[in-house]
């Protein structure tokens, strides 16, 4: 991972809400808030991961940077560049700057057409000419990508989960795109193969100088391929933080409750260690709880989270934090007053 330097993508209060209609009329009578007011930006050469359970909105999140989806309000900034509400027209050329890894490498590949029409397709949509030939580019690319070149005119069915996604891989990276935006790109591989293809990602990024987005919901993944990581909760942002912060001190109580279920293999670290299990069921994006949308399931909440939404405010340390009693934080570094809403 390169060191991060300028923002590549910037998010203000990004929201995407899906109409709920009724009757014949497809009257509104309501709507799915899968987004609800994110902020974040990307920095040039890192990777963000963005974290949480099914359901959060962190796969809608990164159709809506790619602008696969309309954002219903807020901002979209792109080298500075506003693409919120960008034509169809005006994104074309910015689909060489952007692209997506899919979670599906069975679903995602075409199975009528070869690896080499799959992976040479951005070159004949952007009408983009190589040096040599679109063939030779397209089998230089599935050599980086850890597969054989004489593979061009194979079909998808011929490879097993771990090569299809190698081949999406490569897709993405055709027309050599500055921000990736990876979801979910493991979740559908086995164990074995997950590791092959996280390091995979890292070459690239190394070599490639890329942007990385990570949406997963494997900590443990995220753990290793991240700078810095977004924890989201029903469709906010509850914490921000640089990859050690997070795991070594995590301050939001749901970032904790995540963190105590991922598996450790080594028999004393898990020694002392607490499983937090969550009571009741994600509430409803369609009617979200008020205030903190997280305290219908908190041990830690009180009446103010019941009334006030907390900001992610940034601490004295860096740390972005939703919360009015955030764990493992210092009291110098809480802000304001609260501070004093610090347990001792």
């Known amino acids: 991972m390169s060191e991060p330097s300028e923002s590549l993508l910037s998010v203000q209060g990004?929201?995407?809400h899906f109409p709920i209609t009724k009757g014949l009329i497809k009257r509104q009578v309501g709507a799915v808030k899968a987004v609800d007011g994110l902020d974040f930006e990307v920095r040039k050469g890192e990777t963000l991961g963005l974290v949480g359970e099914s359901g959060c909105g962190k796969t809608t999140t990164g159709r809506l940077i790619t602008r696969l989806l309309e954002p219903t309000g807020g901002k979209i900034l792109f080298e500075g560049r506003d693409i919120t509400h960008m034509s169809q027209g005006g994104l074309r050329p910015?689909?060489?700057?952007?692209?997506?890894?899919?979670?599906?490498p069975y679903s995602s590949l075409n199975p009528r057409h070869t690896v080499g029409a799959i992976v040479g397709a951005p070159y004949r949509i952007q009408g983009v000419k190589t040096e040599h030939g679109t063939k030779k580019a397209v089998q230089d690319i599935l050599e980086l990508v850890g597969l054989n070149p004489e593979h061009y005119n194979r079909y998808p069915h011929e490879f097993s989960g771990g090569q299809r996604q190698r081949i999406g891989i490569a897709r993405t990276l055709a027309l050599r795109p500055k921000l990736i935006i990876a979801d979910e790109p493991v979740s559908a591989l086995d164990v074995s193969i997950q590791a092959q293809v996280v390091n995979l990602l890292e070459d690239l990024q190394n070599e490639l100088?890329?942007?990385y987005v990570v949406i997963a919901h494997d900590l443990s993944v995220v753990r290793h391929i991240s700078?810095?990581?977004a924890v989201m909760y029903l469709g906010k942002i509850v914490e921000i933080a640089d990859r050690?912060?997070?795991?070594?001190a995590p301050m939001h109580p749901y970032t904790n409750a995540l963190l105590s279920a991922v598996p450790v293999p080594d028999v004393k670290g898990r020694t002392g260690r607490e499983r937090i299990r969550l009571q009741g069921d994600v509430p409803s994006p369609i009617n979200p709880p008020p205030a903190c949308r997280f305290h219908t399931r908190c041990w830690k909440a009180q009446e103010v989270c019941k009334t006030v939404e907390p900001p992610l405010a940034e601490l004295a340390t860096g740390h972005r934090v939703a919360c009015h009693f955030p764990e493992n934080a210092p009291k110098d570094a809480v802000p304001g007053d609260a501070a004093t809403q610090v347990p001792a």
Not at 94 to 104: G, H, S, T
Not at 244 to 248: A, D, F, P, Q, R
């Open 227 to 229: 700078d810095r990581v």
């Open 244 to 248: 050690k912060g997070l795991y070594e």
């Open 14 to 16: 990004l929201e995407k």
């Open 94 to 104: 910015l689909r060489r700057d952007m692209q997506m890894i899919f979670q599906d």
């Open 209 to 211: 100088d890329l942007t």
